[in-house]
């Protein structure tokens, strides 16, 4: 007679040999490189950090005079002196006044002149090529002629940076305009626009882009042309105060207004590209 205890026991064992089942792993997380704003910013921030290692080791082992490259902690010691002294803010006050200025009579007649151009084909045939002809000649080089005319005043500056954002503005809009789709002018045809609706809801918010890119540029222009002229023809503003450094052989004030513009030309770029991303929205939500 056969028994069924071993079978018990045998299935006790092996239901002790058998490991309870294991919890599930949870899956490894794969590290990734941060997308959006915060992925652009890390990926800009490897390049000014080796220049700047490269500048530190460069001052410390003297690789180049102290006189002509000084420490990053003199340069910026220098900027806090600057700035706490008052100088550094009241020059780029005066520039940013001259920018102010320039770059709305620039702006404004650029505005004008590229939505002429762009709208009528008269206008375009008879002024365009004088206007092509006038934008090949660089701002140093209306520079003796406008001071003969103007003199050394605030004029000559806010001239100079009104024909510097001029150029590109009026360029880029009457390219914008050119390049509308003749689908629009066509739905505008068939709604019966007039001449204001037409320019107002069809043609300028399709060329917007095209304008806004070439007011970009402008204010880019504008920047880079005051702070030519302040170095050749001015007693004061951020220009003023490099080639006042350059005069003192004080390398550190050179540096630190070079560090001031650049900063300002910057942020001044970034704001604009805000303003763009806002008003452009249209263009991520129709498509």
């Not at 709604?191 to 043609?203: A, I, T």
């Amino acid at each position: 007679m056969v028994t069924e205890t071993p079978l018990l026991h045998l299935s006790a064992a092996a239901k002790s040999s058998i490991a309870p089942p294991r919890a599930a792993l949870p899956a490894r997380r794969r590290l990734r490189w941060p997308t959006g704003r915060v992925g652009q910013v890390l990926l800009a921030l490897p390049f000014p950090l080796a220049l700047l290692l490269l500048w530190t080791l460069a001052a410390r082992y003297q690789w180049v005079a102290p006189q002509i490259l000084p420490a990053p902690t003199v340069v910026l010691s220098t900027l806090q002196d600057l700035f706490a002294s008052g100088e550094l803010s009241r020059n780029a006050l005066i520039s940013f006044w001259r920018v102010f200025y320039g770059f709305g009579a620039g702006a404004s007649l650029g505005l004008l002149l590229g939505i002429g151009f762009g709208l009528s084909p008269t206008s375009r045939d008879y002024c365009y090529p004088l206007f092509r002809a006038i934008a090949q000649v660089p701002i140093l080089g209306w520079l003796p002629f406008l001071i003969l005319l103007l003199g050394l005043d605030e004029g000559l500056k806010v001239v100079l940076v009104a024909k510097s954002v001029m150029v590109p503005v009026a360029l880029n809009t009457d390219q914008g305009i050119r390049n509308v789709p003749p689908q629009y002018l066509e739905v505008a045809r068939i709604f019966r626009f007039n001449r204001w609706q037409w320019l107002s809801k069809v043609v300028l918010p399709a060329a917007l882009p095209g304008i806004w890119s070439g007011i970009r540029y402008g204010l880019t222009h504008a920047w880079l042309a005051l702070v030519a002229v302040e170095l050749l023809a001015s007693s004061e503003g951020l220009g003023f105060l490099i080639v006042y450094g350059r005069q003192l052989y004080q390398l550190d004030v050179v540096l630190a207004a070079v560090i001031v513009v650049g900063s300002v030309g910057f942020a001044l770029d970034k704001v604009l590209a805000l303003i763009e991303t806002r008003l452009l929205r249209w263009r991520s939500n129709a498509f």
